[in-house]
């Protein structure tokens, strides 16, 4: 539950904090040239980590206060994370911040600042507009999208708490869940599948997988362990940073067991397997290649069959998979082909031309 800033010198302090989040967006709103590097900066700011001083400015002796167990229980505490449950239970001091926002819609990071500021309000508040309700809803997902992929690319989890806010009192709590669109809920639940394994969060997959909404394409593609895996996939296929694919693959085992068709199967094998040879296009690093392989062997034992038998098996049966090399050879090959086949072609033709000799 949110927590409340129940001394006055706490709330005092949150509300300055608001004010000058408020100024700062109304100077992006004034000067058009400045506009994206004052978002970013307030972006930047509302993401710190809490400072000492500030940290004795909020943490009281109150019960529904900060306390030092509480502190940094998902990662660091940030400054979002106070000002989000802030403007919970004081909604009237978030509202003009937010009107600001929402004017600066269009701009990058507008939708950043408004999942950091506003994600547990839009899950409090009652909203009976269902034309905002969708639009705050998809600019939640989407701001979620790209703060996780700040985590991804930098390898620190500074929004993790975000993250299980988003999982636990949200994702797998039903009348949260409900407030908002139902394409929402689709696109909260794709989204949390790509980052459960980055966000150390795979103790929570099977009740994340009991709670799976319903897909309209399902007949097609499975249950929902199927869509879950098809977006770790796709995730995992994206991944640039050593470490990060490391800890995927590493905590990937933990879905051994799962129940999929056929063909999810082979897609996430495909995948796994694109990660076991050197060369193009991943250039996976020996450590991965290992890390790879361990998790093939973990999940798809394959029994007395070689490895490198296997893995030659796939990328002949997957083209995509093959290496520049490959493409090379066969495009030479294919050229050759058609210009033997235009040198018999003109070859027949001339030859017809010719006046026949009696």
């Not at 940030?78 to 009237?92: G, R, T």
């Not at 593609?221 to 995730?235: K, R, T, Y």
């Amino acid at each position: 539950m949110p927590r409340s800033p129940s001394t006055p010198r706490c709330s005092a302090y949150l509300s300055a904090l608001s004010q000058e989040i408020e100024k700062k967006l109304q100077r992006a709103l004034a000067s058009r040239s400045q506009r994206p590097n004052l978002l970013q900066e307030l972006f930047a700011d509302i993401a710190l980590e809490v400072d000492e001083r500030a940290r004795d400015i909020i943490r009281t002796r109150e019960e529904d206060a900060i306390s030092p167990a509480e502190d940094g229980i998902h990662g660091p505490l940030c400054f979002f994370d106070v000002l989000a449950d802030y403007y919970v239970q004081e909604p009237e001091s978030g509202q003009p911040i937010l009107d600001l926002i929402v004017t600066l819609w269009s701009q990058s990071f507008a939708c950043h600042i408004f999942t950091l500021l506003f994600h547990k309000w839009l899950f409090e508040v009652q909203l009976d507009n269902s034309e905002v309700l969708l639009r705050y809803s998809s600019a939640l997902v989407q701001g979620a999208t790209n703060v996780f992929w700040i985590d991804i690319q930098t390898n620190t989890r500074r929004f993790q708490s975000l993250f299980h806010y988003l999982l636990e009192e949200v994702a797998l709590e039903p009348t949260r869940l409900n407030k908002i669109p139902m394409q929402a809920q689709r696109d909260l639940y794709l989204l949390l599948s790509r980052f459960i394994i980055f966000y150390n969060s795979v103790d929570k997959l099977e009740s994340f997988l009991k709670h799976y909404p319903v897909f309209p394409n399902a007949f097609l593609v499975g249950s929902p362990a199927d869509f879950f895996i098809i977006e770790l996939a796709d995730q995992l296929q994206k991944l640039k940073v050593e470490p990060v694919l490391l800890h995927y693959l590493s905590h990937i085992k933990a879905l051994q067991g799962l129940e999929l068709r056929m063909t999810t199967s082979t897609r996430l094998k495909t995948c796994l397997y694109s990660f076991t040879s050197p060369g193009g296009p991943m250039y996976p690093t020996r450590a991965v290649r290992h890390a790879a392989w361990n998790a093939l062997d973990f999940l798809f034992p394959v029994g007395q069959y070689p490895r490198h038998l296997i893995s030659l098996f796939f990328r002949l049966l997957y083209p995509w998979y093959w290496p520049s090399s490959c493409w090379n050879f066969i495009i030479s090959c294919i050229k050759a082909v058609l210009y033997s086949l235009l040198r018999l072609v003109f070859s027949s033709w001339e030859k017809l031309k010719k006046p026949k000799e009696y």
